[in-house]
Protein backbone atom coordinates (compact mmCIF):
# COMPACT_ATOMS: atom_id res chain seq x y z
CA UNK A 1 0.00 0.00 0.00
CA UNK A 2 1.43 3.22 -1.02
CA UNK A 3 1.56 6.25 1.36
CA UNK A 4 -0.50 9.40 0.82
CA UNK A 5 0.57 12.38 -1.61
CA UNK A 6 1.26 15.37 0.82
CA UNK A 7 2.93 18.38 -0.39
CA UNK A 8 6.53 18.64 1.34
CA UNK A 9 6.01 22.03 3.23
CA UNK A 10 3.95 25.09 3.24
CA UNK A 11 3.75 28.05 4.54
CA UNK A 12 1.71 31.18 6.03
CA UNK A 13 2.14 34.50 7.79
CA UNK A 14 0.60 34.53 11.21
CA UNK A 15 -3.44 35.61 10.25
CA UNK A 16 -3.57 33.96 7.23
CA UNK A 17 -5.01 30.84 6.12
CA UNK A 18 -3.23 27.78 4.57
CA UNK A 19 -4.39 24.35 3.36
CA UNK A 20 -2.65 21.30 2.86
CA UNK A 21 -4.02 18.58 0.70
CA UNK A 22 -3.58 14.69 0.83
CA UNK A 23 -3.75 12.74 -2.81
CA UNK A 24 -5.03 9.16 -2.03
CA UNK A 25 -6.75 6.24 -4.37
CA UNK A 26 -10.24 5.23 -4.61
CA UNK A 27 -9.28 2.68 -2.36
CA UNK A 28 -8.78 4.53 0.49
CA UNK A 29 -9.35 8.06 0.51
CA UNK A 30 -12.02 8.17 -2.14
CA UNK A 31 -13.60 4.98 -0.68
CA UNK A 32 -14.08 5.95 2.69
CA UNK A 33 -15.19 9.21 4.86
CA UNK A 34 -12.44 7.98 7.51
CA UNK A 35 -9.68 10.58 6.61
CA UNK A 36 -8.12 11.96 10.09
CA UNK A 37 -5.34 14.56 10.53
CA UNK A 38 -2.88 14.67 13.24
CA UNK A 39 -0.48 17.33 14.66
CA UNK A 40 3.18 16.66 15.75
CA UNK A 41 5.70 19.04 17.13
CA UNK A 42 9.87 18.04 17.25
CA UNK A 43 10.30 15.39 20.06
CA UNK A 44 6.48 14.84 20.78
CA UNK A 45 3.66 12.30 20.00
CA UNK A 46 1.29 13.46 17.14
CA UNK A 47 -2.11 14.46 18.36
CA UNK A 48 -5.58 14.03 16.58
CA UNK A 49 -6.69 16.94 14.71
CA UNK A 50 -9.54 15.89 12.39
CA UNK A 51 -11.60 12.42 12.06
CA UNK A 52 -13.98 11.20 9.63
CA UNK A 53 -12.76 13.90 7.39
CA UNK A 54 -14.09 17.03 9.24
CA UNK A 55 -15.14 16.57 12.66
CA UNK A 56 -12.95 17.58 15.38
CA UNK A 57 -12.27 16.63 18.25
CA UNK A 58 -13.18 18.15 22.15
CA UNK A 59 -10.53 20.62 22.39
CA UNK A 60 -8.90 21.60 19.36
CA UNK A 61 -9.52 24.79 17.79
CA UNK A 62 -12.42 25.52 15.41
CA UNK A 63 -9.20 27.55 13.22
CA UNK A 64 -9.04 23.75 12.04
CA UNK A 65 -11.24 22.38 9.35
CA UNK A 66 -11.03 19.18 6.96
CA UNK A 67 -12.74 18.16 3.93
CA UNK A 68 -12.73 15.40 0.81
CA UNK A 69 -13.52 15.65 -2.69
CA UNK A 70 -12.90 12.94 -4.72
CA UNK A 71 -9.56 11.05 -3.88
CA UNK A 72 -8.35 14.13 -2.48
CA UNK A 73 -8.93 15.25 1.46
CA UNK A 74 -7.68 18.50 2.87
CA UNK A 75 -6.61 20.31 5.68
CA UNK A 76 -7.08 24.30 6.04
CA UNK A 77 -6.19 25.81 8.89
CA UNK A 78 -7.10 29.63 9.63
CA UNK A 79 -6.08 32.52 11.43
CA UNK A 80 -2.25 30.78 11.83
CA UNK A 81 -0.48 31.34 14.37
CA UNK A 82 3.20 30.84 15.74
CA UNK A 83 2.06 27.50 17.63
CA UNK A 84 0.45 25.84 14.44
CA UNK A 85 3.69 25.56 13.26
CA UNK A 86 4.54 21.78 13.15
CA UNK A 87 4.15 18.44 11.08
CA UNK A 88 0.84 17.55 9.69
CA UNK A 89 0.30 14.05 8.38
CA UNK A 90 -2.98 12.83 6.83
CA UNK A 91 -4.11 9.17 6.94
CA UNK A 92 -7.04 7.13 5.71
CA UNK A 93 -8.66 3.71 6.79
CA UNK A 94 -7.98 1.69 3.52
CA UNK A 95 -10.37 -1.50 3.90
CA UNK A 96 -9.81 -4.22 6.32
CA UNK A 97 -5.74 -5.71 6.44
CA UNK A 98 -4.70 -2.82 4.57
CA UNK A 99 -5.91 -0.86 7.74
CA UNK A 100 -5.06 2.34 7.37
CA UNK A 101 -2.34 4.35 5.61
CA UNK A 102 -0.45 7.67 6.58
CA UNK A 103 0.47 10.65 4.42
CA UNK A 104 4.31 11.36 4.30
CA UNK A 105 3.51 14.48 6.22
CA UNK A 106 4.04 18.27 5.54
CA UNK A 107 5.48 20.96 7.26
CA UNK A 108 3.98 24.28 8.16
CA UNK A 109 6.06 26.90 8.80
CA UNK A 110 4.72 30.37 10.18
CA UNK A 111 6.19 33.10 8.56
CA UNK B 1 -6.12 11.34 33.12
CA UNK B 2 -6.27 8.96 29.93
CA UNK B 3 -2.46 7.69 29.06
CA UNK B 4 -0.59 5.68 27.26
CA UNK B 5 3.17 4.53 28.19
CA UNK B 6 5.19 2.32 26.16
CA UNK B 7 8.48 0.74 27.37
CA UNK B 8 10.95 -2.15 25.94
CA UNK B 9 12.85 -0.21 23.47
CA UNK B 10 16.56 -0.37 23.06
CA UNK B 11 19.74 -1.41 20.71
CA UNK B 12 19.63 -4.20 19.54
CA UNK B 13 21.57 -6.33 16.71
CA UNK B 14 20.07 -7.08 13.40
CA UNK B 15 18.71 -10.52 13.27
CA UNK B 16 17.65 -9.86 16.74
CA UNK B 17 14.18 -9.85 18.91
CA UNK B 18 12.86 -7.19 21.10
CA UNK B 19 9.60 -6.76 22.76
CA UNK B 20 7.66 -3.69 23.35
CA UNK B 21 5.05 -2.91 25.81
CA UNK B 22 2.72 -0.32 26.42
CA UNK B 23 0.55 0.14 29.52
CA UNK B 24 -2.57 2.22 29.33
CA UNK B 25 -4.37 3.40 32.09
CA UNK B 26 -7.93 5.84 32.53
CA UNK B 27 -9.96 4.07 30.64
CA UNK B 28 -11.56 0.64 30.09
CA UNK B 29 -8.50 -0.75 27.95
CA UNK B 30 -10.54 -3.94 27.31
CA UNK B 31 -13.13 -1.72 25.50
CA UNK B 32 -10.60 0.02 22.91
CA UNK B 33 -9.01 -1.24 19.78
CA UNK B 34 -5.15 -0.89 19.72
CA UNK B 35 -2.28 -0.06 17.21
CA UNK B 36 1.64 0.73 17.06
CA UNK B 37 2.55 2.98 14.73
CA UNK B 38 6.45 3.50 14.08
CA UNK B 39 8.57 6.66 13.01
CA UNK B 40 11.93 6.08 11.48
CA UNK B 41 14.78 9.05 12.31
CA UNK B 42 13.99 12.19 10.24
CA UNK B 43 10.83 10.66 8.67
CA UNK B 44 6.91 10.12 8.34
CA UNK B 45 4.55 7.84 10.38
CA UNK B 46 3.77 4.48 9.32
CA UNK B 47 1.38 2.12 10.94
CA UNK B 48 2.79 -1.21 11.61
CA UNK B 49 -0.50 -2.95 13.49
CA UNK B 50 -3.48 -3.59 14.72
CA UNK B 51 -5.83 -5.37 17.17
CA UNK B 52 -9.39 -5.46 17.93
CA UNK B 53 -10.77 -5.11 21.28
CA UNK B 54 -11.00 -8.90 22.03
CA UNK B 55 -7.83 -9.62 20.37
CA UNK B 56 -9.82 -11.88 17.99
CA UNK B 57 -8.62 -9.72 14.62
CA UNK B 58 -4.59 -8.62 14.24
CA UNK B 59 -3.56 -7.14 11.02
CA UNK B 60 -0.10 -6.14 10.44
CA UNK B 61 1.78 -3.72 7.73
CA UNK B 62 3.45 -5.86 4.55
CA UNK B 63 6.74 -4.41 5.83
CA UNK B 64 6.63 -6.69 9.00
CA UNK B 65 4.32 -8.93 8.57
CA UNK B 66 6.02 -12.10 9.44
CA UNK B 67 8.29 -10.85 11.79
CA UNK B 68 5.87 -9.19 14.38
CA UNK B 69 3.55 -9.82 16.90
CA UNK B 70 0.83 -8.28 18.04
CA UNK B 71 -0.71 -8.77 21.30
CA UNK B 72 -3.29 -7.57 24.47
CA UNK B 73 -3.80 -8.76 27.92
CA UNK B 74 -6.39 -7.08 28.89
CA UNK B 75 -6.30 -8.30 32.29
CA UNK B 76 -3.22 -6.08 32.83
CA UNK B 77 -4.03 -3.47 31.00
CA UNK B 78 -1.22 -3.84 28.12
CA UNK B 79 -0.51 -4.18 24.83
CA UNK B 80 2.66 -5.53 23.28
CA UNK B 81 4.78 -5.92 20.36
CA UNK B 82 6.67 -8.48 19.73
CA UNK B 83 9.65 -7.99 16.79
CA UNK B 84 11.45 -10.88 15.77
CA UNK B 85 14.34 -11.03 12.89
CA UNK B 86 14.89 -7.27 13.44
CA UNK B 87 16.43 -5.03 10.18
CA UNK B 88 17.81 -1.63 9.90
CA UNK B 89 14.88 -0.54 8.49
CA UNK B 90 13.17 -1.09 11.40
CA UNK B 91 14.66 1.42 13.86
CA UNK B 92 12.08 4.21 14.78
CA UNK B 93 10.35 5.36 17.26
CA UNK B 94 7.51 2.95 18.15
CA UNK B 95 3.95 4.31 19.37
CA UNK B 96 1.54 2.29 20.72
CA UNK B 97 -2.05 4.31 19.91
CA UNK B 98 -5.96 3.98 20.43
CA UNK B 99 -8.21 4.15 18.10
CA UNK B 100 -11.17 6.46 18.83
CA UNK B 101 -14.98 5.74 19.26
CA UNK B 102 -15.35 7.49 15.94
CA UNK B 103 -13.95 5.19 13.38
CA UNK B 104 -10.34 4.47 12.18
CA UNK B 105 -9.19 7.59 14.18
CA UNK B 106 -6.16 7.33 16.68
CA UNK B 107 -7.34 9.62 19.74
CA UNK B 108 -4.80 8.87 22.11
CA UNK B 109 -1.11 8.09 21.32
CA UNK B 110 1.85 6.99 23.99
CA UNK B 111 5.54 8.83 24.27
CA UNK B 112 6.95 6.59 21.71
CA UNK B 113 10.08 4.42 22.40
CA UNK B 114 13.10 4.29 20.15
CA UNK B 115 13.91 1.01 18.77
CA UNK B 116 17.52 1.28 17.17
CA UNK B 117 18.96 -1.94 15.24
CA UNK B 118 22.78 -1.80 14.32
CA UNK B 119 25.92 -3.91 14.35
Known amino acids: QSALTQPASVSGSPGQSITISCTGTSSDVGSYNLVSWYQQHPGKAPKLMIY???KRPSGVSNRFSGSKSGNTASLTISGLQAEDEADYYC???????????FGGGTKLTVL | EVQLVESGGGLVQPGGSLRLSCAASGFTFSSYEMNWVRQAPGKGLEWVSYISSSGSTIYYADSVKGRFTISRDNAKNSLYLQMNSLRAEDTAVYYCARVSDAAEAFDIWGQGTMVTVSS
Open chain 1, 52 to 54: EVS
Open chain 1, 91 to 101: CSYAGSSTYVV
